[in-house]
T-cell receptor, first 114, second 116 residues
Framework: GAGVSQSPRYKVAKRGRDVALRCDSISGHVTLYWYRQTLGQGSEVLTYSQSDAQRDKSGRPSGRFSAERPERSVSTLKIQRTEQGDSAVYLC????????????FGPGTRLTVL | AQTVTQSQPEMSVQEAETVTLSCTYDTSENNYYLFWYKQPPSRQMILVIRQEAYKQQNATENRFSVNFQKAAKSFSLKISDSQLGDTAMYFCAFMNPPGANSKLTFGKGITLSVRP
């Protein structure tokens, strides 16, 4: 079946603008994760949610990052008032549930903030 | 908080030879999971191999095997008979037991190049 997909693959935004990144997870997967990947710093989790509830915002002290689940298999990561330091690759991953340890990753969205 | 350290930023290996990628971690937990993920230039990360901390036997997946030293908190990946398709970034990752904040904590990654 289809894997995890993300759109857009590339996004350029002007500093101060809001952006929304989409993730379509594997059908039947319950838990969705968002990671931020930067060269030299690796990947850090931004948020994850189980089913419809956003569960955690650990990793980023700012409230500018939030994730929504408009549908069970869809998550939207919203970044408000983007900063140049937000430039990174944003990876989405999903798993069957919190009881499952394997996460399946999407190809990522490369965000560049000018 | 858990940390994962990959101290080698890049490595190179001749095709058909064996290479070992290092990873150390720090945790106060006794039960956890460790992973190696591969990320080819196309960027989609895929799982290479996983190890449950409560298992003493080292995990093996075809040409990939790990050397898990729990007391030393070391988790290295050995790739045997390296192939050109193994060229990628490799990330070591840690996870608490599923159901208890099961996010992945990654190392910074290592770039592996396989030379023809």
């Amino acid at each position: 079946g289809a894997g995890v997909s993300q759109s857009p693959r590339y996004k350029v935004a002007k500093r101060g603008r809001d952006v929304a990144l989409r993730c379509d997870s594997i059908s039947g997967h319950v838990t969705l994760y968002w990671y931020r990947q930067t060269l030299g710093q690796g990947s850090e989790v931004l948020t994850y949610s189980q089913s419809d509830a956003q569960r955690d915002k650990s990793g980023r002290p700012s409230g500018r990052f939030s994730a929504e689940r408009p549908e069970r298999s869809v998550s939207t990561l919203k970044i408000q008032r983007t900063e140049q330091g937000d430039s990174a690759v944003y990876l989405c991953a999903s798993s069957l549930g919190l009881a499952e340890n394997e996460q399946f990753f999407g190809p990522g969205t490369r965000l560049t903030v000018l | 908080a858990q940390t994962v350290t990959q101290s080698q930023p890049e490595m190179s290996v001749q095709e058909a030879e064996t290479v070992t990628l290092s990873c150390t971690y720090d945790t106060s937990e006794n039960n956890y999971y460790l992973f190696w993920y591969k990320q080819p230039p196309s960027r989609q990360m895929i799982l290479v191999i996983r190890q449950e901390a409560y298992k003493q036997q080292n995990a093996t997946e075809n040409r990939f095997s790990v050397n898990f030293q729990k007391a030393a908190k070391s988790f290295s990946l050995k790739i045997s008979d390296s192939q050109l398709g193994d060229t990628a970034m490799y990330f070591c990752a840690f996870m608490n037991p599923p159901g208890a904040n099961s996010k992945l904590t990654f190392g910074k990654g290592i770039t592996l190049s396989v030379r023809p």
